[in-house]
């Protein structure tokens, strides 16, 4: 029997609808639910085990839109377990599964009917130690509105060069659709490993997004008189004063996503961009 952890999307009814359903269905077939205390409280599932961090998995379920399987994500990978998620969101990049095709899903999961796709995950560490991965990317930005940041970067051990700007993303091939799509970002497929450095409203000539290589060292400077905020995947992870770095680069393990054939990235990015048969 398998351990699966349940995560939903806490704003959408029928996102905890359905959780409550597939925690039943899986309890019923003799699998181990495990629940965040928040997950726990809004499905009311019976005989769930509240997770500790602490707890192994070896399936993680999301259902929601990507933000939730951000969320499942980070979870899997410390757990080691693989990623299935349910779309109930608009048309994402990372939920594998639509609503009504959970349960042939989860049934072709359980009896090994799956491939895995892995995704690279972005790795950061401060002075003051290691953040948690990110599965889209970590964010060095401005703090105060109408406030630029001075960034100095250092790519493999050798100066490249300083950005006054609002931030700068150092996003997965993932990633490259989230926030450093927006900040004019290359789209780059999944399957890559590739670290992805696209300065936000950079005030400087020089304003292109670097492809590098998956064994690169971005360090990052916080350079001038103001202090950085940084985030990853969305979540705050503190400050940056001034004179202080941060090093990213490419986590050692990826995670791990459950698919079943039925999606493509090339259509996905066709679909959301509106684009054309002809």
Known sequence: MSTVGLFVHSGRDDAIALGRTVAAWLAHRGHTVVLEPGEAELIGATGAVLDDDRA???????????????????????????????????????AEIEPDAWEAALEAYLAGGHQLEERMLVSARTESGALPPGLNEVVIEKQALGRTIRLGVSIDGGYFTSYVADGLIVATPTGSTAYSLSARGPIVAPSHRALVMTPVSPHTLFDRSLVLGPTSIVEVAVLGDRDAAVSIDGYEQGRLAVGESISITAAPDPARFATFGGRNFHQILKAKFGLSDR
């Not at 757990?79 to 048309?91: S, T």
């Open 56 to 94: 192994e998995l070896d399936l993680v379920v999301a259902i929601g839109g990507d933000g939730t399987v951000l969320r499942a994500a980070r979870r899997a990978v410390a757990a080691d377990a693989d990623v299935l998620g349910i779309n109930l969101g608009e048309l994402g990049y990372l």
